[in-house]
């Protein structure tokens, strides 16, 4: 089975440029997360849909962060304008309800770099 | 905000070893769940433990929960080259879907 898609893996961009992330969920789970990950704040919540709804968005840093869940299959996370403090790897991870005791599964990240 | 604090927050030893790692947390849970991350790669799920469960195991893995002392460790035996990796405890609430993650133990096992 195939896991959890993220593309890019790596993107390398200049201050102010947008950028966007894609993520391909686990077919049929119905539950998408997007963290982020860096070295002095750990792996924290973005965001996250359920059926393709945003959920609760409390962990989107500011305004230039944006998500969306087209369908089940697609999400995207866009930062415009980035920043260099926008540095990260960023993870997308899929689960079957959560409040059933399942395991989320993370795709292997973006890691993004801003210069 | 993380809910879960790892100890130590790196730990070094050889094959063959045990390997024993903690986390504490602050809130009630539903359950309690441990990931490992290669680095350059994504978290994996490795087991996963409810409320109401004390201890479970999974190969060489063993988990112990702690509900009055809000507190759970990893247990690995026999520790392997491949064992290297980050691992993470994360808390699920009741009445949400989130997990929280703790911030995490570097395990090196050297051969």
């Known amino acids: 089975d195939a896991g959890v898609i993220q593309s890019p893996r790596h993107e390398v961009t200049e201050m102010g440029q947008e950028v966007t992330l894609r993520c391909k969920p686990i077919?049929?789970?119905?539950?998408l997360f997007w963290y982020r990950q860096t070295m002095m704040r750990g792996l924290e919540l973005l965001i996250y849909?359920?059926?393709?709804?945003?959920?609760?968005d409390s962990g989107m840093p500011e305004d230039r962060f944006s998500a969306k869940m087209p369908n089940a299959s697609f999400s995207t996370l866009k930062i415009q304008p980035s920043e260099p403090r926008d540095s990260a790897v960023y993870f997308c991870?899929?689960?079957?309800?959560?409040?059933?005791?399942?395991?989320?599964?993370f795709g292997d990240g973006t890691r993004l770099s801003i210069l | 905000s993380q809910q879960g604090e790892e100890d130590p927050q790196a730990l070094s030893i050889q094959e063959g070893e045990n390997a024993t790692m903690n986390c504490s947390y602050k809130?009630?849970?539903?359950?309690l769940q441990w990931y490992r991350q290669n680095s350059g790669r994504g978290l994996v799920h490795l087991i996963l433990?409810?409320?109401?469960?004390r201890e479970k195991h999974s190969g060489r893995l063993r988990v112990t929960l702690d509900t009055s002392k809000k507190s759970s460790s990893l247990l690995i035996t026999a520790s392997r080259a491949a064992d290297t990796a980050s691992y993470f405890c994360?808390?699920?609430?009741?009445?949400?879907?989130?997990?929280?993650f703790g911030t995490g133990t570097r395990l090196q096992v050297f051969p």
């Open positions: 991870a899929s689960s079957y309800s959560p409040n059933s005791n399942q395991p989320q599964h």
């Open positions: 077919s049929g789970h119905d539950y």
């Open positions: 849909f359920n059926n393709n709804v945003p959920i609760d």
């Open positions: 809130t009630s849970i539903n359950n």
């Open positions: 433990i409810r409320s109401n469960e």
């Open positions: 994360a808390t699920e609430t009741y009445n949400t879907d989130k997990l929280i």
